[in-house]
């Protein structure tokens, strides 16, 4: 099928890219330029490619279709794998890429300000923040077009320049990349201007090239660092609302109980973002946000997957979505006071080191009825608000609501986002989030959480899910074991949880790789060392447990 989509009412290759993607509907989307040209074999290979990664880039060839003079004026090398940009992430070139739509969607398309170049990258570096994986495709093979001449090709580098310096300015926090100052911005021009001897000899459209490369950085640099990094532009920015905080909502099957928690969200004493996502609920949870989003006077940007993805999955696309200083999430069933926001708002003021805000929680029962225990009486015995070492306390038990979390958005990507792979990413956050950062907590509740017996919290709490959660704690906890203060004791943290979960059937191959772990930090006791060497052969853990019953069992009767 072909189809001709008018895209001229902006300009650019990434509003052109975002209209054509808009446009299709199938689940993958592959992107080329309209001067180059694919191998017969381009699009069954970048189809391969994605059934396995998240987005992809394929090998871009300059050699059939320039002249060698036009290569010379690019030094275009071979390729064998995806380049990396700045020293940080690898990308696909945006003329041979290809990416699940549902990922598109997700992260809200190519980025508009960019208008020389690079948008790609920064597309690509938002995908990986976000937990999405990517993949180099060499059987994908793009014939390439460079520009004829010297002038067009000086006009492109000088874009490409700009736009570094925009990528470099737009990440340069969040990805802690080194600083490129006005200073060395100009020593680098200034270096290439001393080889202008080169205009004479076979490398004229080489330094040509170079110097409008460097020109364009330069200017970027002084509009780019000279002010404060601004959010993308474009599609990301114009489906979401104003405000400082954006609020996830997560919901499956919460037809019963979402608009109570929507319009909470929609009640704050300060404006907001919302995002809702539906992770393919089987009730009306969708038509329920729909028809609150069709009411509500603020935008709420409305995602609905066609297949359940778990709860990880789907805080790493709403963190992706998010373009505010400050993120939270609460799932469908659960509620906020009206001045939830802004007294974390306060408190984020009084603590700018903190990148982690919480407060205490009420309880509710199904249909809404608040219990007169609060989260903190309840749980008395683990509350621990006035901790020095929060990190510290924290390794030991968690005891922040989960509803009632505030993030610094910046800070959770520096520390990698949410991992997707976990159900218990609450106490994940919050470790990763301590440990580098400040911790602040307002000592009122803010939130109401509705205790379901069919939630994910009081499922995994139940026997049967037992070796799950203890695997997923030991998983958590293994992060840290290079802890410089703590790294002795985490092993012994990781431990304990790995060998239960092991004797309640985790695989032996999980529970070796585990017990190494712990070794390179701490040597294990005897019996410790007895459980990995039972693992190592692959014996299953409830036999070890079966056999260890019996050796504990005392004696009756008989001699």
Known sequence: RFSVVDSSELPGVSHARNAGARAARTPLVLFADADDAADPGWVAAMVAGLGERDVVGGLIETAQLNSAAVRAWTDETAQTQLPIALR??????????????????????????????????????????????????????????????????MKQRFGYGRSNAQLQGRFRTEAALPPFTRRRAIRVLLSHLRGVGDLLGPRRGAWLTGLAWASGRLVGVLRYFSEETRAPQGIVQTELAAGQVTIAVISYNHAAYLEQCLRSALSQTVGVRIIHIDDASTDDTAAVARRVAAAAKAPIHLIEHSSNRGLGPSLVEALAACQTEFFAYIAGDDWMEPERVEAQLAAFAGRPDAALCYSDAYRALADGVQLPVLFSQMHEVFWRPGADDVFGELLRVNWIPAPSMMLRTAALRSVGGYDPSLFYEDHDVCLRLARRFGVVHVDRPLVTHRELPNSLGQMFAAPEHRPAWLRARAEILAKHLDHPDHGRDVAGLVFRDAVQAYLLGAGPRWFAQMARRVREVAPLVLVGRAYSAAARLGVPGRAVARLRGLVRRPRTGGR
């Open 88 to 153: 940080y992430l690898p990308y696909g070139v945006g003329a041979n890429l290809g990416v699940r739509r549902a990922v598109w969607e997700a992260l809200g398309g190519f980025d508009t300000s960019y208008v020389g170049g690079h948008e790609e990258v920064d597309f690509c570096w938002r995908a990986q923040r976000a937990g999405y994986s990517i993949g180099f495709i060499p059987q994908a093979v793009m014939h390439y077009r460079l520009r004829r001449d010297v002038g067009s090709v």
